[in-house]
């Protein structure tokens, strides 16, 4: 992918990236030096790339509803990636029906963002974390191997 970087002397903390005409235009401050324009240039690529490669957010819906049909559960209003999630992996709010997947398990293999799904999809039926909601959790069969999954995850971004 061709980089196009623009320093601005009006940027002064932000790096910014878009997609243009097949290639990546990444705005940096005027101020920043070589190591740093480098530094920013290959994490925009990398999570511009992320992006490219997560699931579109209407595969996302269609892959949450065949989830709660297979499973008994309620289907999601809305179920979208967000790239402000740092702390979990997932969240759910069931007022609404939303659901919403933290960018960063975008390349997870996809078992594991089934489990995602069905964990938060339960909270649309049981809003606690109790043995109802377990009980519904744990109807997906690769639940424990998933929170594996997501545990030597925790721990390897931890460090």
């Not at 690529?45 to 949450?64: E, F, H, N, T, W």
């Not at 008994?72 to 990636?81: D, F, K």
């Not at 799904?117 to 424990?144: D, K």
Request: proline share 6%.
């Amino acid at each position: 992918m061709e980089v196009e970087v623009i320093r601005s002397r009006r940027r002064r903390k932000t790096v910014q990236a878009s997609k243009r005409d097949g290639g990546l235009r990444v705005s940096i401050p005027a101020s920043m030096t070589k190591a740093e324009e480098e530094k920013w240039v290959r994490e925009m690529v990398r999570r511009v790339g992320r992006r490219d490669r997560s699931p579109k957010p209407s595969d996302l819906q269609s892959r949450a509803s065949v989830l709660a049909a297979r499973y008994g559960l309620p289907v999601p209003a809305e179920v979208t990636w967000v790239d402000n999630q740092h702390s979990r992996w997932a969240s759910c709010t069931p007022l609404d029906g939303t659901i919403r997947l933290s960018s960063r398990a975008a390349a997870f293999p996809a078992w594991v963002i089934d489990y995602l799904l069905i964990h938060e999809i339960a909270h649309l039926a049981e809003s606690g974390h109790g043995p109802t909601f377990w009980a519904l959790v744990n109807r997906y069969p690769r639940t424990e191997r998933a929170r594996g999954f997501l545990i030597a995850k925790g721990l390897e971004d931890a460090s």
